[in-house]
């Protein structure tokens, strides 16, 4: 059975910075592509970012490109994401997420995903 538990969200002013962090557990590494999705109030999940442990395949939601980096510690089973330069419209409930491999370009198709973490961007 796959299981992610996030941590590391928290309240930060624009332009600061937090890492969040994603134990996972079962065969998620081997199985499946790993990645974040967030959700603001009133609007519609949106994938941040997603990374095929296997190949390397990484997909960054534009408006995060060069201020968020995902990453993977296969010792660990943990996968992170470290998010510089929040801005205000970061602000929303991230969720660690198993997913189909094929969906990893897009950040899409996801299998399992975790309770989630607020983080809340204020100026």
């Known amino acids: 059975e796959v299981q992610l538990v996030e941590s590391g969200g928290g309240l930060v002013q624009t332009g600061g910075s937090l890492r969040l962090s994603c134990v996972t557990s079962?065969?998620?590494?081997?199985?499946?592509?790993l990645g974040w999705f967030r959700q603001a109030p009133g609007k519609d999940p949106e994938g941040v970012s997603c990374?095929?442990?296997?190949?390397?395949?990484?997909f960054y939601l534009n408006s995060v490109k060069g201020r968020f980096t995902i990453s993977v510690d296969n010792a660990k089973k943990t996968i992170y994401l470290q998010m510089n330069n929040l801005k205000l419209e970061d602000t929303a409930v991230y969720h660690c997420?198993?997913?189909?491999?094929?969906?990893?370009?897009?950040?899409?198709?996801?299998?399992?995903w975790g309770q989630g973490t607020q983080v809340t961007v204020s100026s």
């Open positions: 997420a198993a997913l189909n491999p094929v969906g990893t370009k897009q950040c899409a198709f996801y299998v399992v």
């Open positions: 990374i095929n442990p296997t190949d390397g395949t990484i």
């Open positions: 079962g065969r998620t590494l081997e199985d499946y592509s």
